[in-house]
């Protein structure tokens, strides 16, 4: 059973119930999406590293930085520091990184929390968006020791609104990337009354009627780089080369997760320029990075790829979630809060709890999510069945 049947209710989801028997593994040759995903997770090096608890360690940590973005793999992990280390002032952004996920990793272990979880990554994963996150905002003036102690605590805050936001959410929701922006938000919040906590430059609170769009030109350049500048923000990089690197860390472990986030990414992109949206947020890719989330996320992960209308759900959840940020993103400057990945992780929610109305569109149960490329290959063989 994978990892992330944990990360769900004791009682049985409805996707479960009415799950089909399960079926034997394909024994003719494999599909092209079969032969050109041929890393996948790495089940046996998984294995391998049960035995030595450094190299677990190692491992875990690796597959929690992969997990940004779903990616149960040490190689997209490894390859998403090196995107990392590309860009401005990349050590910094790699050390911030390492700490997080280190600390919800070891946070996991203290408490004796289930090992599976935490070998696949799933303990590590906000708590490294944590790291990511207070890189990003960092202030200058601050003692870089001060600011590795929040994401310590922050990052160990994360493993524990997993735990109960796993427990809270109807059967067979995931709790995505839920506890980090709870945990930056609770930061946040806090370090406004409190200057001293303040080690990040968080947008101040202001009320917004009316804005001036922007007449400047676009440049197609800055556009076609503001696409892989969006697949970085998932991980909250705005630099378009470290974009190109995660993409192909991604494509590693899953081709359709790569497709799914180059496609998004390139529509929320030209999205925002046919609104005329200020260029610097799209070029910052500031655009791109929900609508590429969700769209990893329905493409074949969470979703079935068994049927036509399980594309139009991720069509429709990838346009919802464009509007979604762009309305949060109106909604929290009220507040000082920066929108994270909020819209993404809620337009999922709903696009998952409404394809339970939708015979023909299937939810992967979470016992059994691995990625697109296995899902499409046990679902052929179901059909075959």
Request: charged share 10%.
């Amino acid at each position: 059973m994978d990892c992330w049947s944990h990360l769900e209710s004791p009682e049985a989801s409805p996707a479960a119930k009415r799950r089909p028997p399960p079926a034997a593994r394909p024994t003719s040759t494999p599909s092209l999406l079969g032969r050109a995903a041929c890393l996948r997770t790495l089940p046996r090096l998984q294995s391998y590293t049960h035995a030595h608890p450094v190299l677990e360690f190692v491992d875990a940590c690796l597959r929690g930085i992969g997990q940004t973005t779903f990616q149960n793999s040490p190689l997209t992990g490894l390859l998403f520091l090196v995107a990392f280390s590309l860009s401005t002032r990349g050590h910094r952004l790699v050390l911030f990184a390492l700490i997080g996920v280190a600390s919800g990793t070891s946070f996991s272990k203290l408490m004796g929390l289930d090992r599976s979880l935490r070998s696949a990554g799933l303990h590590g994963y906000n708590a490294a968006l944590v790291g990511c996150a207070v890189h990003t905002f960092f202030h200058s003036d601050v003692f870089v020791g001060t600011a590795v102690v929040v994401i310590v605590g922050l990052s160990v805050v994360t493993v524990l609104l997993a735990a109960a936001t796993a427990a809270a959410l109807p059967p067979g929701l995931p709790t995505l990337t839920f506890p980090f922006q709870a945990a930056m938000w609770l930061y946040a919040l806090g370090s406004q009354l409190y200057p001293r906590l303040q080690v990040m430059d968080l947008a101040p609170q202001r009320f917004v009627i009316n804005t001036t769009i922007s007449a400047a030109p676009y440049d197609t350049t800055s556009v076609v780089h503001a696409i892989f500048a969006g697949i970085a923000e998932t991980c909250l990089v705005s630099d378009w080369v470290s974009g190109v690197v995660m993409l192909l860390g991604i494509a590693l472990c899953s081709p359709i997760g790569s497709i799914a986030a180059l496609l998004a990414s390139a529509a929320a992109t030209l999205l925002a320029v046919a609104i005329d949206a200020p260029p610097a947020g799209v070029y910052l890719g500031l655009h791109g990075y929900n609508p590429v989330l969700i769209a990893m996320a329905l493409s074949g992960f969470f979703l079935a790829p068994q049927h036509w209308r399980t594309a139009v759900v991720v069509v429709l959840g990838v346009g919802a979630t464009f509007l979604a940020d762009c309305a949060t993103g109106s909604l929290f400057t009220l507040l000082g809060l920066p929108v994270l990945t909020w819209p993404f992780t809620v337009m999922t929610w709903a696009c998952l709890l409404a394809t339970e109305a939708m015979p023909d569109v299937t939810r992967v149960p979470l016992g059994d999510l691995t990625t697109p490329e296995e899902h499409y290959e046990r679902q052929r063989c179901i059909d075959v069945v």
